[in-house]
């Protein structure tokens, strides 16, 4: 007698979820945009140079050259002055800021902070904003000066919902940042610019403070969003095996993937959240219940509720004068 078993369509695997934070040093620094040219000069194959003050000449200078053929790739060159510190150091000293050697680092034309341009440039096409500033976060490690970097990670796993609370908490503002990446690590593999195999590469990574504000709305919003939405475009999680229950680990070593893991696990647990609906709070909760709640806090409620009153007060006393003088 051959008896059928039913095929389960869905099974949960257990799993632990780790977050062993890559150990990292991390400072504010200041960056220069070298040249932004128009010109189309075919590539050369250059991804990073140093630094070397253009003379001037009628002629154009190997470096202007160089500043057109990284435009025509939709690139420019940046210069960046990085401070080094010294053991036990938290913030490098005036010196060491003064002193910073500069680099001249190839970077996308899409990634300079969109404050740097007037209401009327754009990074497509605009004039030459040579000379303009912007602060960068600079992390200083000499695993970056391979091509292929190994960072190290930490001895003790934190609290990635910790981490994510708190980058979801703070001001914006560079040193803020610079706080938060210092007790957590690592943001996400990349160098912050452009390198190629044979080429340079610096003893730093770089970040650029409004990627991760663009990043945070992102992240706020697939939270309080629907599980479809993030489910369907987020990176799967992977597991690797461990030799004692539950067999399986989840592990992420950056910020940023442990964020986007967290979201997906809160997803895959049927956790609700919304953003506060006052404009000046916009914090995120954890909704508990099935009712649809509008606020963070009572607090929030009642103030956006008096602010309604107000306006709404403000918006009758405004119609009541209109239309006395029109009765006068």
């Known amino acids: 007698m051959t008896r059928s078993m039913a095929q389960p369509s869905n099974f949960a695997i257990p799993a632990t979820f780790s977050f062993r934070p890559y150990r990292a040093r991390w400072v504010v620094c200041r960056a220069e945009i070298v040249g932004w040219r128009a010109e189309r000069i075919p590539p050369l194959g250059f991804n990073v140079t140093p630094v070397f003050a253009p003379v001037p000449r009628a002629e154009p200078t190997a470096l202007e ?26 913030e490098p000293s005036v010196g060491a800021m003064l002193s910073a050697p500069p680099y001249a680092v190839e970077m996308y034309c899409d990634e300079i902070p969109a404050d740097v341009l007037s209401p009327h440039e754009n990074r497509e096409n605009t004039p030459d904003i040579a000379g303009r500033e912007f602060y960068l976060l600079a992390c200083v490690l000499p695993e970056f ?11 003790v796993a934190k609290n990635a919902w910790s981490m994510r609370a708190e980058f979801f908490g703070l001001e914006e503002d560079s040193y803020a940042i610079v706080t938060f990446l210092n007790r957590w690590g690592l943001w996400n593999t990349g160098r912050g610019y452009i390198t190629g195999l044979g080429y340079p ?12 504000w663009e990043k ?21 999680l ?3 095996r461990i030799d004692k229950p539950p067999y399986f680990l989840v592990e992420r070593f950056y910020c940023e993937d442990a964020i ?17 609906k006052r404009n000046d709070c916009r914090k995120l909760f954890q909704r508990v219940t099935q009712q649809k709640r509008l606020y963070c806090s009572p607090e929030c409620a009642h103030l956006a509720n008096v602010r309604k009153l107000r306006n ?12 006395a003088t029109r009765k006068n």
Do not use: M, N
């Open 201 to 212: 590469t610096f003893p730093f990574s770089l970040v650029f403070p409004q990627y991760l």
């Open 65 to 90: 050259l160089e500043i057109a053929r990284h435009r025509s790739r939709g690139k420019i060159l940046v210069s960046v002055a990085v401070p080094s510190l010294k053991d036990g150091e938290t």
């Open 145 to 155: 000066a391979e091509i292929f970097p190994k960072p190290i990670p930490g001895d």
């Open 260 to 276: 986007q893991a967290t979201i997906t696990i809160d997803h895959l647990s049927d956790v609700k959240f919304g953003i506060c």
């Open 312 to 323: 709404k007060k403000k918006k009758a006393e405004s119609k009541g004068r209109k239309h």
């Open 216 to 236: 945070r709305e992102r992240y706020l919003s697939a939270l309080a969003g629907t599980a479809r939405a993030w489910l369907s475009s987020a990176l799967p």
């Open 238 to 240: 992977t597991f690797s």
